[in-house]
């Protein structure tokens, strides 16, 4: 079935990158996202990349996918205490009519 | 343009009373999905709605119903609440569903006591 694993801490110091893990076990996966969540809040998209690209880069973000391994990642360059928050993977099929949900990883980023 | 938005955003019910959750979705977005957020389980799907149609369905029981309405906006609804059924519930809509990105409202908190 469907499945989106991920690593449910991690802790960075202000300053430093941030490196998000995630794994799918969909292979018919065709958009991957990441979300983030603030506390009280619903969720943000961060940015998305289809199947058939490797990496995408927008602005502090990388975005790195291995389709061959199931493997996402999510870097986050000069992590700032703002960027403390819940990020969740996420995966879509196409023709799929429903997006499954990794538990989430809480980043926690000391000053 | 205006967000998703979720109303009510917070809600106290007794057990055993019966709950409708409403989200309106981003104008034009015709899909919208529903997800029931708590701390032991993440994020679970609960149904899916396109064009007044329900697409599909995640794993709950039937007393989790939802339906969708010809300007788009949907509601869900549970009925004979459990303690259990306390939870964030999410909605999400997107133009057109499987090719679009997924845009979130903040979100319904349903404190069952």
């Known amino acids: 079935g469907e499945d989106v694993e991920q690593s449910l801490f991690l802790s960075v110091r202000e300053g430093d990158s941030s490196v998000i893990n995630c794994t799918y076990t969909?292979?018919?996966?065709?958009?991957l996202y990441w979300y983030k969540q603030e506390p009280g809040a619903g969720l943000q998209l961060l940015t998305y990349?289809?199947?058939?690209?490797d990496m995408k880069q927008d602005q502090r973000l990388t975005v790195l996918l291995n389709k061959k391994d199931k493997h996402l990642s999510l870097r986050i360059a000069d992590t700032q205490t703002g960027d403390s928050a819940i990020y969740f993977c996420?995966?879509?099929?196409?023709?799929?009519?429903?997006?499954?949900f990794g538990a989430g990883t809480r980043l926690f980023v000391k000053a | 343009k205006a967000g998703v938005t979720q109303t009510p955003r917070y809600l106290i019910k007794t057990r055993g009373q019966q709950v409708t959750l409403s989200c309106s979705p981003i104008?034009?977005?015709?899909?919208v999905s529903w997800y029931q957020q708590t701390p032991g389980q993440g994020l679970q799907f609960l149904f899916e709605?396109?064009?007044?149609?329900?697409?599909n369905k995640g794993n709950f029981p039937g007393r989790f119903s939802g339906r969708q309405f010809s300007n788009s906006r949907s509601e869900m609804n549970v009925s004979t609440l459990e303690l259990g059924d306390s939870a964030l519930y999410l909605c999400?809509?997107?133009?057109?569903?499987?090719?679009?990105?997924?845009?979130f409202g903040q979100g319904t908190r349903l404190t069952v006591v």
């Open positions: 996420a995966e879509r099929s196409t023709g799929g009519f429903k997006t499954i």
């Open positions: 969909d292979s018919s996966s065709t958009y």
């Open positions: 990349i289809f199947s058939n690209m």
């Open positions: 999400a809509s997107s133009l057109a569903g499987s090719r679009t990105e997924a845009f």
């Open positions: 709605y396109f064009s007044e149609t329900q697409r």
């Open positions: 104008s034009g977005h015709r899909s």
